[in-house]
Each structure stands twice: as structure tokens, then as C-alpha cells.
């Protein structure tokens, strides 16, 4: 099979496609056709060297999501058969043309979405649904706000909130992002700079001073301390991305005062039983709100495989609005 390869730690430069053998089902595991793939900061960092892939997948070939048709079925598994279109995430090994993937943590396609739409998908809405709804627990009437809102993370949270019949509200860097997630259904939006307190004052006035319930924190860092000036009381914040920050300087008497909860949240890293959950409720809460239009995919771009160095450049440039996608075949 044709894959892509990090063939050393470093920058974009490092990415080859390489041929790899076909890797081969376990009874437990199906193994996908990878028609397309799509991007994620882990596979930046995992490509500088300092995210390796979790035990058990491969090494040195990214991808965390894929999109693609199943090829061969572990003697084990009743619920595929050869053809079913199926995505999911995976610990790895998607940026390539065959995927071995457990057979519980696939989902079935819905027949309009095309395979760079499907592709779009898994990460985003696994990790907005199974933070926000499985995890902060959201009702419906309740406010999130969402940073990074024009992120593929973010884009699914905000779909996702009014789905739940939530209010959603973000910020981003980008004036241009607000407005176009206010055509995804966000229904207050602030653009930031370096000062993160006119985010409280915004959510007061959005608010009409009560606060935010549920904040996604996708960019952590200095956004922390934002988030927790900006909650309701018995508020919820999920810490789910670093790229503002790994480290922050909070107000614990504010977290105790309004009895907030604070809970950070990795996929990744979890255990196949846990990555079967997440997958079963993606299947049976999320898939057939694609199918029936109420959710849509966002996709930023589309590249090759054999591009796969200018689709890392224009993920890391922070220039997108939802995903950049990888058509593999
Ligand atoms: N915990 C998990 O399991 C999990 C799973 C998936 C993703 N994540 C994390 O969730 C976040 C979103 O992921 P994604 O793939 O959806 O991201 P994405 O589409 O790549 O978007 C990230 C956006 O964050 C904003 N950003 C970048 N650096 C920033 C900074 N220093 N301060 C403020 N904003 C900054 C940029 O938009 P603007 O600056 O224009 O607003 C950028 O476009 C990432 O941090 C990612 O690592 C975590």
C-alpha cells in the first residue's frame, strides 16, 4: 500500500510517501480501504516528535480519521461485511491506503455524504459530542462557549450545541471566522486579541449576566482563566486543546465560589473499550443527524496524499475553517 511516512522528526519536509506492506485483520478487526483521511494538530506534533502514536498502531504513518470501505472482515466480526462504507478515528496509520481498525470502532457512512465529507467528521464531532454532551452533560436552554470556534473541533461543537437545542457562543482570533460560524448556528461570536478579559464582559452581556454553563476549552493557556471569569455558577469547563498554552494561572477562589468543574479530556489515549463507547454513541446520537441534514461536515480543503506537506502547511498556518482533508484513492 502507498502511505504517508514521518521519516524523521521535523518539519513538513519530513513527510514521504513510501510503499508499505498491507497490513492484515485480526479476528476482532476489519480492514478499511482508505479512500480519504483528514488532518489534525496530533499529527503536527507527532510529526516535531513529541506525540508518538499510542502502542499498537503504526509509528510513523499519521492519520488519525479515515473515511473508506471495508476489505477483508476478522473472522470474529458479524456486524460488516465487504463494501460497507464505514469512518472512524484511529490511534494512527490513516494518512495510507489500508487501515487495520477494531470492528467496533467504525461507523456506518450515510449514503449522501461523499468520502472527503465522511472523512471530515470522526474527530471533530467524537471529541465535541463526547466532551460536551457525554462528559459537561449539556441541556438543552444551556450557553457554551466554544474558543477556536472556527476550528474543526469547534465548527462540530456549534452544530452539535443547537442540535441539543443549546446556545452556542465563541471566539476566535479571525473576524472573518465568527461570521461565517454564525452560518453554522453560532449565536454570539467575539473576536480576541492578546486581552482575554473583554471575553467575560461579552458573556455578560450575551448572557444577560448569568454566565456560561458549558465552555469547550479548545486553545487552553491564558483561555483558562477567560473561561473560568466567564462561567455560570456550577459551570463546566472541558480542557481539550493546548496550543495557546500548557500551563496557566487560575483563580481557585473563583472555582470554589461558583462551584465550577474543571475536567480535561483526551481521545487518543484511551483505553479500545472506552474508543468502542465513544464510537457506539457517535453512531447512534451524531451519524443520523448527517443523514438527516442537521448537521453538516465542514471541510476547509482537500488535498492529495502525495500533498501531504502543503496540507500540514495550511493546518499549522491557522488560516482554516473546519478540516483539511487527505483524498487518499
Ligand atoms: N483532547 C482531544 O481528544 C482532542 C481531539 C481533537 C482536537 N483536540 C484539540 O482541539 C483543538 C482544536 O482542534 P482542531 O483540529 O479542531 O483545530 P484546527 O481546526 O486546527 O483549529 C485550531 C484553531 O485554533 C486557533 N488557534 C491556534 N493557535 C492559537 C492560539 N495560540 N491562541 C488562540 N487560538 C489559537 C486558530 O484559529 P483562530 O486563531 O483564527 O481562532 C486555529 O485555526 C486543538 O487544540 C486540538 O489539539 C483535542
Redesign the pocket.
Known sequence: MRAAVITRPGGPEVLAIEQRPDPEAGPAEVLVRVRASA????DL?QREGHYPAPPGWPPDIPG?EFAGEIAAIGARVTEWRVGDRVFGIAGGGANAELLVIDGACVARVPDQLSWTDAASIP??F??AH??MIVQAELRAGESVLI??????????ATQLARAWRATPCG????AE?IERARTLGLADGL??ASNLEVIAAAVEEWTRGRGIDVTLD????D?LPASIAAAAPRGRIM???????RSATVSVGAILRKRLTLR??????RSLDEKRAATALFARDVVPLFASGVLRPTV?SVYDLDQIRAAHER??????????VLRVA
Open positions: 488532518l489534525n494538530r496530533a506534533l488519525m474527530e471533530a467524537i471529541t463526547d466532551a474558543h477556536a470556534v472556527g476550528s474543526g473541533v469547534g465548527l462540530a471566539t476566535a482570533r479571525t471566522k473576536t480576541v479548545l486553545v487552553g493557556g483561555y480542557l481539550i486543546g493546548t496550543v495557546a498554552g480535561g479530556t483526551v481521545l487518543r489515549a476547509d493546518l499549522a498556518s491557522n488560516a482554516t475553517f473546519g478540516k483539511v
